[in-house]
């Protein structure tokens, strides 16, 4: 039995219709939701550059007062959550749009617009290119005793096909920002068959059952008094299925210009007063008391209220997150997120995210010396590697394979033999 928060056709929300397709959209909504990526990355940068700061107080002068900017730097980590949130709505307005230009034949194609290899074709060229290229210069700096320790054999295979959170140890023992990567890689395994579920009940019932899926994994964590469960994709899966539903609701009830604004505006408030509402908070794990289990529910609203207005008619705050320097490190976040911890490390301008006790340094040094540094390296991961296979498989299906360079017809042969070079590698230095 289906529960519809819209009026259905065809038992779905929608007829195909009716929905806009991909090249019907207004190109700088999707620009702008590059932008959001990059606001993503970025704020997570400033909270490992202040962790490498030692944790400084700064403050910011306002006439005769100073306003305090620690909870900004804080709760950096909120650029995790923004992430989670937008790939599930990002993920989801390109299902829904797949469907719109015809699904072909098959029970997947016509529930979800492709087979669930191809999904998981273009997963894997779109996040593991950068993510390989990242260990293999790690593996290298490792070897050469210039950045940590060689990881151990079986951490190493386990973040090749990015479990390594089935091992708590092995976490962030390569990069301390790969502990996310699980997060997101089993989502995408899951993404296809979350969306025909989606696409089969009411919106509301949908994201409620995501929510307590999460909150039972919360409060297993309190009772058996073991954080490892906030390693695992249920205790974040509320966060990918509400920007689900949010995509949904744009895909189908456009908002107008002023209802737009409105959110977008209510939506990045929300985000930006999240360290102030809960500054006694800022960890990003543990919010396991009454105060603390509605911090996702806050976080979630705001960032799925910022994306509704994005989507909407344009508006001030479309062309802000459109605007073309925004948009070119929204095409670089990825990289940005995946590099910048080692920057920062060999950069050695203070404490090491994480690793010890805080030693002092300037935040604004750090922040002018890491920020073009990291810019720059990823820009060269990204036109170098990202971007070369991700066009390997937006080839057009008419073009004669000869004409196609052997790299873009076999991209997953190179990143097979690329897997085995760095486990060999990693045997011959151990």
């Known amino acids: 039995m289906k529960f519809p928060l819209f009026l259905t056709r065809g038992n779905s929300l929608v007829a195909a219709e009716n929905v806009p397709s991909d090249r019907a959209r207004d190109t700088a909504h999707i620009a702008a939701l590059t932008g959001v990526r990059a606001f993503a990355a970025l704020w997570v940068v400033l909270y490992h550059a202040w962790f490498v700061a030692g944790r400084p107080k700064p403050m910011l002068p306002l006439l005769t007062a100073q306003f305090d900017l620690t909870p900004i730097f804080a709760f950096g980590w909120l650029g995790v959550d923004l992430f989670f949130v937008l790939s599930g709505f990002l993920l989801t307005r390109q299902a829904w749009g797949k469907i719109a230009r015809g699904t072909g034949s098959g029970w997947l194609r016509s529930q979800f617009g492709e087979t669930y290899l191809g999904f998981l074709r273009r997963r894997v060229l779109r996040v593991y290119p950068a ?41 962030v023992t390569i990069n301390d920002v790969f502990w996310t990567v699980p997060f997101e890689w089993q989502f995408y395994l899951v993404f296809p068959l979350l969306f025909v579920a989606l696409r089969k009940t009411n919106l509301i019932a949908f994201y409620v059952a995501a ?116 948009v070119w490190l929204g095409l670089i976040s990825y990289s940005i997120y995946l590099v910048h911890v080692p920057v920062l490390g060999l950069l050695e301008l203070g404490a090491y995210p994480g690793r010890g006790g805080p030693v002092r340094a300037d935040l604004a040094r750090v922040i002018v010396t890491a920020m073009p540094v990291v810019i720059a390296t990823s820009a060269v991961l990204y036109y170098l590697v990202e971007r070369p296979f991700q066009r390997s498989w937006k080839l057009d299906s008419d073009q004669p394979r000869s004409s196609v360079r052997w790299w873009s017809r076999n991209p997953f042969v190179i990143l097979s033999v690329w897997a085995v070079a760095q486990f060999a590698f990693l045997v011959a230095v151990s």
């Not at 386990?158 to 959170?165: E, S």
């Open 131 to 171: 993510y390989y290229t990242t260990i293999s210069i790690l593996l290298v700096l490792a070897a050469l005793h210039i950045y940590r320790s060689p990881p151990e054999k079986a951490d190493l295979l386990l973040h090749l096909v990015m479990f390594h959170n089935l091992v708590e140890r092995y976490l």
């Open 211 to 326: 929510a307590l899926l999460a909150f039972g994994a919360k409060e297993w964590v309190v009772i058996h008094d073991n954080g490892y469960m906030q390693l695992q994709l249920p205790i974040r899966l509320d966060a990918f299925v509400a920007g689900m539903c949010a995509a949904t609701f744009a895909e189908h009830r456009r908002l107008q210009r002023e209802p737009a604004l409105i959110a977008f505006t209510l939506g990045l408030a929300g985000l930006l007063s999240t360290p102030w509402v809960y500054s006694a908070y800022p960890i990003g794990g543990h919010y396991f008391d009454t105060i603390g289990l509605t911090r996702p529910l806050w976080i979630q609203a705001s960032i799925c209220l910022f994306l509704l207005g994005l989507s909407g008619e344009p508006h001030p705050g479309v062309r802000l997150f459109s605007n073309s320097v925004v």
